[in-house]
């Protein structure tokens, strides 16, 4: 693994292979780019490559390899555990894919969208959407993640409950390897036998076996109505496991068209209440708060009203507002966009993207809080996510107070731990959709599966003997 400081030839080298213009050592251009979203990592290079086409990316490659210079892909920055920052030693050169953004096509007959790995989220859905389609993933970063970024992470997102993570929506790929050749499987075939499937490794790899250019998108016919309600659970605290009874429920009656469950305690209304001013829909108080959404081609307001009336006649909620406009319908999805602004804005956390089986999950997020709030008394819990996919967002915040820093780094590495072998004891993973990075590295190779690890350190060897690709993140 490099971890030499690139010198002055191989900085020359690189700027070739970029091509003239597509290159920057500014100090103001490179400091955004050298720090993560949360604060958490900052990293030093001496150069910003800027590529705009594959084959520029390739000639980078090519380059580095030679004269043993560590890459660093980095799409739109928005990542969560360090996995897009240089090391903090200058040795890694930062390779910016923001320039080469273009939609090369959009096929509607096949549900298909090409886009190269700079493009920004956001505006692949407008893409989609311009073709009647739309884009089955959104995030909260959605105006600045890039498609890139998004596969390198196998990223999740609201909907991932009906339509998969990331994984399931890229139908092809095109990518540069770490040797610089480049993989080009970006047909988008439903059926394609033809051995090992390469992309899928590099889907969640993270940058550590190569750069993604481009990808072939998965569409799904643009919905033509949607119906969005708020529920509350009362106060007591089996309001997740009668969430998912109510989840179990709308499938049901909606032949599988719920889009979006997502699942937020009491607490994380009261933050978004005291920071930013936005009031819960409901009168009362409830112990649990869900969004839901339903999206198909028929009317499903009717259906969504009957199902809820059926499941508040059963115990399961004790009160629902249903959006009448997309307006209200915004202002619903609002509450649950903000949440983690409005957790921010309330002091530090440790943070936590957890998952077990869906099955599990009502029982964790009461369980599981509970036994850290036990432990580290003081410590309040805000656990929220994505109830049909097993997804928690399951965060520690200090007590409230001005010693909340001081309390997390003495108490917070503790906290991690008790919470990373609760999950483990509940058969879950430490990394539901965020990725490893720098973060969760030491973490995966303890609690690990000793078996994958040592597959994955394999093709690792394998594929990139050098080490230049991202090094130092994941494995």
């Given at each position: 693994?490099?971890?030499?400081?690139?010198?002055?030839a191989?900085?020359?080298?690189?700027?070739?292979?970029?091509?003239?213009?597509?290159?920057?050592?500014?100090?103001?251009?490179?400091?955004?780019r050298?720090?993560d979203w949360?604060?958490?990592?900052?990293?030093?290079?001496?150069l910003?490559?800027?590529?705009?086409t594959v084959?520029q990316?390739?000639a980078?490659v090519?380059?580095a390899?030679?004269?043993?210079v560590?890459?660093?892909?980095?799409?739109g920055?928005?990542?969560?555990?360090?996995?897009?920052?240089?090391?903090?030693?200058?040795?890694?050169?930062?390779?910016?894919?923001n320039?080469?953004?273009?939609?090369?096509?959009?096929?509607?007959?096949?549900?298909?969208l090409?886009?190269?790995?700079?493009?920004?989220l956001?505006?692949?859905h407008?893409?989609?959407?311009?073709?009647?389609?739309?884009?089955?993933?959104?995030?909260?970063?959605?105006g600045?993640a890039?498609?890139g970024?998004?596969?390198?992470?196998?990223?999740g997102?609201?909907?991932?409950?009906?339509?998969?993570?990331?994984?399931?929506l890229?139908?092809?790929?095109?990518?540069?390897?770490?040797?610089?050749?480049?993989?080009?499987?970006?047909?988008?075939?439903?059926?394609?036998?033809?051995?090992?499937?390469?992309?899928?490794?590099m889907?969640?790899?993270?940058?550590?076996?190569?750069?993604?250019?481009?990808?072939?998108?998965?569409?799904?016919?643009?919905?033509?109505?949607?119906?969005?309600?708020?529920?509350?659970?009362?106060?007591?605290?089996d309001?997740?496991?009668?969430?998912?009874?109510?989840?179990?429920?709308?499938?049901a009656?909606?032949?599988?068209?719920?889009?979006?469950?997502e699942?937020?305690?009491h607490?994380?209304?009261?933050l978004l209440d005291?920071?930013?001013?936005?009031?819960a829909?409901?009168?009362?108080?409830?112990?649990?708060?869900?969004?839901?959404?339903?999206?198909?081609?028929?009317?499903?307001?009717?259906?969504?009203?009957?199902?809820?009336?059926?499941?508040?006649?059963?115990?399961?909620?004790?009160?629902?507002?249903v959006?009448?406009?997309?307006?209200q319908?915004?202002?619903?999805?609002?509450?649950?966009e903000?949440?983690?602004?409005?957790?921010?804005?309330?002091?530090?956390?440790?943070?936590h993207?957890?998952?077990?089986?869906?099955?599990?999950?009502?029982?964790?997020?009461v369980?599981?809080?509970?036994a850290?709030?036990?432990?580290?008394?003081g410590?309040?819990?805000?656990?929220?996510?994505?109830?049909?996919?097993?997804?928690?967002?399951?965060n520690?915040?200090?007590?409230?107070?001005?010693d909340?820093a001081?309390?997390?780094?003495?108490h917070?590495?503790?906290?991690t731990?008790l919470?990373?072998?609760?999950?483990?004891?509940?058969?879950?993973?430490i990394?539901?959709?965020?990725g490893?990075?720098?973060?969760k590295?030491a973490?995966?190779?303890?609690?690990?599966?000793?078996?994958?690890?040592?597959?994955?350190?394999?093709?690792?060897?394998?594929l990139d003997?050098?080490?230049i690709?991202?090094?130092g993140?994941?494995?």
């Amino acid at each position: 693994m490099p971890t030499a400081i690139p010198s002055p030839a191989a900085l020359a080298a690189l700027k070739t292979a970029a091509g003239d213009g597509n290159w920057t050592d500014a100090p103001d251009v490179l400091a955004p780019r050298l720090v993560d979203w949360r604060g958490r990592y900052r990293g030093a290079t001496p150069l910003l490559l800027l590529p705009r086409t594959v084959e520029q990316v390739a000639a980078i490659v090519k380059a580095a390899g030679r004269h043993d210079v560590a890459l660093v892909p980095q799409g739109g920055n928005t990542g969560l555990v360090g996995g897009g920052i240089p090391a903090a030693d200058g040795s890694g050169v930062l390779v910016g894919l923001n320039r080469m953004a273009t939609i090369r096509a959009v096929d509607a007959g096949g549900l298909t969208l090409t886009v190269e790995a700079g493009a920004i989220l956001s505006d692949v859905h407008d893409a989609a959407s311009a073709a009647d389609c739309a884009f089955p993933l959104t995030l909260g970063a959605k105006g600045s993640a890039t498609i890139g970024g998004l596969i390198a992470t196998n990223a999740g997102g609201m909907q991932v409950l009906r339509h998969g993570t990331m994984r399931a929506l890229v139908m092809g790929l095109e990518a540069v390897l770490p040797d610089g050749s480049v993989l080009h499987q970006l047909t988008g075939l439903a059926k394609d036998n033809s051995g090992y499937d390469i992309k899928q490794l590099m889907i969640g790899g993270e940058g550590t076996l190569g750069i993604i250019t481009a990808a072939a998108l998965r569409l799904v016919p643009r919905p033509r109505h949607r119906a969005v309600a708020w529920l509350g659970f009362g106060a007591a605290g089996d309001g997740p496991q009668r969430a998912l009874a109510v989840l179990a429920r709308l499938r049901a009656a909606s032949g599988g068209q719920v889009e979006s469950f997502e699942l937020m305690p009491h607490f994380g209304l009261q933050l978004l209440d005291r920071q930013l001013g936005l009031r819960a829909p409901l009168a009362g108080t409830h112990g649990w708060h869900a969004l839901v959404e339903l999206a198909g081609q028929e009317p499903l307001d009717t259906l969504l009203v009957d199902t809820l009336a059926a499941a508040s006649a059963a115990g399961e909620i004790a009160d629902a507002a249903v959006a009448a406009s997309d307006a209200q319908a915004a202002a619903l999805w609002r509450l649950r966009e903000e949440l983690p602004a409005a957790e921010r804005r309330d002091g530090p956390a440790v943070h936590h993207d957890i998952s077990v089986a869906v099955a599990a999950m009502p029982r964790f997020a009461v369980s599981a809080a509970r036994a850290v709030e036990a432990a580290f008394p003081g410590a309040r819990v805000i656990a929220f996510g994505h109830l049909g996919d097993g997804n928690l967002h399951f965060n520690v915040k200090a007590p409230d107070g001005p010693d909340a820093a001081a309390y997390l780094g003495t108490h917070g590495s503790a906290i991690t731990d008790l919470v990373y072998a609760l999950v483990t004891a509940a058969g879950g993973s430490i990394s539901a959709e965020h990725g490893i990075g720098v973060l969760k590295r030491a973490a995966l190779a303890r609690l690990g599966d000793p078996a994958k690890l040592a597959a994955v350190r394999a093709i690792k060897a394998a594929l990139d003997p050098r080490g230049i690709m991202n090094p130092g993140k994941m494995i």
